[in-house]
Nanobody, 123 residues
Framework: QVQLVESGGGLVQAGGSLRLSCAAS????????MGWFRQTPGKEREFVAA????????DYADSVKGRFTISRDNTKNTVYLQMNSLKPEDTAVYYC????????????????WGQGTQVTVSS
């Protein structure tokens, strides 16, 4: 079992940056591909980015490509999401999640989820 805890959310002005972290417990972190999703009230959870076990394969939603960077440090059991050039439409609760399948875009393919961290971008 994997427990995931996100941190790093907050309030930022448009054009600013935030770095989200997701710390995982358990010795099997390096066996999982990881992803970041986001959700706003009344909408479905949306794929943001994913990273393979090795960290070599990265996938991004078109809406964040070129602005967000996903990375991981398997020695620290942590995955990161660096968010630059933030826009008001990036406002959401951000979740990290684990999966056995690299390149997974669907929430249904992820097995463990964090509790989420709020990101608010003001205009």
């Amino acid at each position: 079992q994997v427990q995931l805890v996100e941190s790093g959310g907050g309030l930022v002005q448009a054009g600013g940056s935030l770095r989200l972290s997701c710390a995982a417990s358990g010795r099997t972190f390096s066996s999982f591909a990881m992803g970041w999703f986001r959700q706003t009230p009344g909408k479905e959870r949306e794929f943001v980015a994913a990273i393979s076990v090795s960290g070599r394969m990265l996938d991004y939603a078109d809406s964040v490509k070129g602005r967000f960077t996903i990375s991981r440090d398997n020695t620290k059991n942590t995955v990161y999401l660096q968010m630059n050039s933030l826009k008001p439409e990036d406002t959401a609760v951000y979740y990290c999640a684990s999966t056995y399948y690299s390149g997974s875009f669907s929430p249904s393919q992820y097995n463990y989820w964090g509790q989420g961290t709020q990101v608010t971008v003001s205009s």
